[in-house]
C-alpha cells in the first residue's frame, strides 16, 4: 500500500481541522516527533490510558487503513500537515 498516495489523496487537512481536537493535535505532533505514550503522559500531565485513547481517536478520525502500520502513519501523516498541525496547536517542544 501506497501509505503517502492515500494520505495525500484525502482531504486530511480538512480532517485534521475539523475533526481532531486541540489535545489530539497536541499528541499527534508529540508521537509523531518520538515520544512514547509515557512520555507523552509525562509532558501534558495525563495517564498513558488517556494518551493511548486519543491516539486510537486519531486513528479512527482519519482513517487509517488496517493494513497501515499506525505509527508510520501517524508520523508521515504530521510531516506532510505539519504547517497545519502547528497552526492548530501541535505541540513545540518536540525532541
Known sequence: MDIRGYLESRKLSEVL???????????LSLYASGFSAKEISDVLIISENT??????????K???PQDANPKITLCLLY????QEIMKMGGYTNGK
Open 62 to 64: 482519519i482513517e487509517i
Open 51 to 60: 494518551v493511548r485513547t486519543h491516539i486510537g481517536n486519531i486513528i479512527s
Open 17 to 27: 481541522t475539523k475533526e481532531l481536537s486541540r489535545r489530539e493535535v497536541e499528541i
Open 79 to 82: 510531516h506532510l500537515f505539519r
